[in-house]
C-alpha cells in the first residue's frame, strides 16, 4: 500500500539552528514527490517537486533532497517567519494520485 | 491574480441541513480536487475532476457529492450532512501532472 510517513510531528528551533524534517515513503513507481508550506488558516502553498533520486532543489533557507526511500526538508539557519505546517506528499506513477503526510509543524524562535 | 476560491471560510450548520460548499479557480486548470483534513490524519482526498463532466470517487467519498458542469468551478455538495463531516475542506486544482493550487479553506461545524 502507497504510504507516506513524515518526521518529527512537531519540530521547535531557535533561530538560526538548522535541522531537517523527514519525509519516508513507499509508492509503486514514484512519479513526483511534492514539498507544500501550511500556515494557519490558510491552504499548502506549493514549494518543490522532486522527481528522481539525487536530485535537489533550493529555495532560500529550504533546500530539498530524493533519495528513493526518502526525503528530507533541510532548513538552514531559519527565521521567526519559517514557522508553519510542512506537507510532503507523493504522487504514483499508477492513477496519480496524491498521497499526503501528516506534516510537521516547525516552530521558530527568536 | 491566480487564485483557487472557496466559500464559505466558515460554516456552523445542524445535522441533516443540506449545504454546499462552493470553489473557483481562476487558471484553466483541468484538474480540481477537493480533500478534508482532519488532526491526524492529515489531507484525505473526497472527489476529483479531470475535467467538465468527469467527476471520481477519492478516499472518504461517503456523504458528499460533486458536479463539474463548467471548468472553473466544483462545488461539494453535503446532503444530508452529519458531525462526522465537522472538518477542515480545501479545494484544490491544477493542470495535469503539476503541482495542486489549494484554497484558503472552509471550516465546517455540525452539530
Known amino acids: 500500500e502507497d504510504q507516506v510517513t513524515q518526521s518529527p510531528e512537531a519540530l521547535r528551533l531557535q533561530e538560526g539552528e538548522s535541522s531537517s524534517l523527514n519525509c519516508s515513503y513507499t509508492?509503486?513507481?514514484?512519479?513526483?514527490l511534492f514539498w507544500y508550506r501550511q500556515d494557519p488558516g490558510k491552504g499548502p502553498e506549493f514549494l518543490f517537486t522532486?522527481?528522481?533520486a539525487g536530485e535537489e532543489k533550493e529555495k532560500e533557507r529550504l533546500k530539498a533532497t530524493l533519495t528513493k526511500k526518502e526525503s528530507f526538508l533541510h532548513i538552514t539557519a531559519p527565521k521567526p517567519e519559517d514557522s508553519a505546517t510542512y506537507l510532503c506528499?507523493?504522487?504514483?506513477?499508477?492513477?496519480?494520485?496524491?498521497?499526503f503526510g501528516q506534516g510537521t509543524e516547525l516552530s521558530v524562535k527568536p | 491574480e491566480a487564485q483557487v476560491t472557496q466559500n464559505p471560510r466558515y460554516l456552523i450548520t445542524v445535522t441533516g441541513k443540506k449545504l454546499t460548499v462552493t470553489c473557483s479557480q481562476n487558471?484553466?486548470?483541468?484538474?480540481m480536487s477537493w480533500y478534508r483534513q482532519d488532526p491526524g490524519l492529515g489531507l484525505r482526498q473526497i472527489y476529483y475532476?479531470?475535467?467538465?463532466?468527469?467527476?471520481d470517487k477519492g478516499d472518504v467519498p461517503e456523504g458528499y457529492k460533486v458536479s463539474r458542469k463548467e471548468k472553473r468551478n466544483f462545488p461539494l455538495i453535503l446532503e444530508s450532512p452529519s458531525p462526522n463531516q465537522t472538518s477542515l475542506y480545501f479545494c484544490?486544482?491544477?493542470?495535469?501532472?503539476?503541482?495542486?493550487?489549494f484554497g484558503n479553506g472552509t471550516r465546517l461545524t455540525v452539530t
Open positions: 506528499a507523493v504522487q504514483a506513477n499508477q492513477g496519480g494520485k496524491l498521497i
Open positions: 509508492v509503486s513507481g514514484l512519479r513526483g
Open positions: 475532476s479531470m475535467n467538465v463532466e468527469v467527476t
Open positions: 487558471m484553466n486548470h483541468e484538474y
Open positions: 522532486l522527481y528522481s
Open positions: 484544490a486544482s491544477s493542470f495535469k501532472n503539476s503541482p495542486l493550487h
